[in-house]
């Protein structure tokens, strides 16, 4: 950030996409599947369908998965002869309008799945889905009863299955038995639909020789994300957020900081005032726990996480990096998305997804 930078944002989003595509080339090659996806819902987890989906499309990337309608019209637009699967079920009424956009239903019950096929006969063409089978999630698709119950009937082809799915709960945790019954369950499903092509695998699935199929779908380690917590992070950040200090002030022992008055200064400090909050996607949860870096200092946040802006601690920061317009970090430096998510008690998938769209964006590649 620098006085120079363009009037009218708090902070910077810069989005790497040349680490994207790698992170794509090293999940590919850890996953040993015939063909690895790409997930792009929420945005492509913030980082922009619209960007995010041709960068990995020209990296040889040939299916995508969104999670609802309207992203799969903004995918559709962004790669128009991919494969999309929409992950959250099919609404009723809605065949038309994935049928006139060549989408994929993923289907996870039988009222969805007779849908489908009706609108395959009524056409006179059989359009391709996924059928969803859940092996513990309990959230969508069909039982494991189910499944196997429906592999044979006419009804499969009718809907034009053409790919069978489910999805791990906890594939990230090392050694975790639901992962091994889930892998379990999904392998007599596989034997029960000869032909089909079979997806099991997310980010950290790709780790795990028992969840390998035919096709890898992996999603937040795209975007720089540890599929592998406890361990090195085999992938290259994606994303970083920077914000120009806008005010620097001392304060004497006993004043206060923010809403409040959350926080008292234990001695003489010297604070910045950032102009990015919760609004801009930064939880209030951070507050007394986040951080930012600035002249190569980790300086905490004191008081309260506000809506457009968040104080730092800067006393250990040199001098010489503190000065209006200062860049501070707030994601990258050191501090990764996982980071950034334990600091505010939650996970490095909804900091991701929720950075706001305030910030000018820079796309490098």
Known sequence: MSESSPIGHGGRLTIDLAALRANWRVLAQAAECPETAAVIKAD?????IARAAPALWAEGCRTFFVAHLSEALTAREAVPEAAIYVLNGFPPGRA???????????LGSHDEIAEWAAANRDEGVIRPAALHVDTGMNRLGLSV?????????????QAGIDLLMSHLVSAEVEHDPLTDHQAAAFARLRAAYPG????????????????????ARPGYALYGGNPRPGRDNPMRPVVRLEAGILQIREVAAGETAGYNARWTAPGP????????????????????????????????FVGNVSMDLIILDVTGAPREAL???????????????????????????EILTNLGRRYERIYRD
Do not use: K, W
Request: proline share 7%.
């Open 44 to 48: 492509a987890y913030g980082c922009g």
């Open 96 to 106: 038309p309008a994935y049928r006139a956009a060549a989408l994929r239903p993923v």
């Open 145 to 157: 009863p189910e499944g196997l119950g429906l592999a044979g009937d006419p009804l499969v082809r």
């Open 196 to 215: 089909i092509r079979a997806s099991l695998a997310n980010s950290s699935g790709d780790f795990l020789p028992s969840c390998r199929a035919d096709l």
């Open 269 to 300: 400090r010297r604070l910045a005032t950032l102009s990015l909050g919760y609004a801009d996607g930064f939880p209030r949860a951070s507050t007394g726990r986040g951080e930012a870096v600035v002249g190569g200092a980790r300086c905490p």
């Open 323 to 349: 000065f209006r317009g200062a860049p501070a970090t707030l994601i990258g430096d050191g501090l990764d998305l996982d980071a950034v998510g334990r600091s505010a008690g939650t996970i490095g998938y």
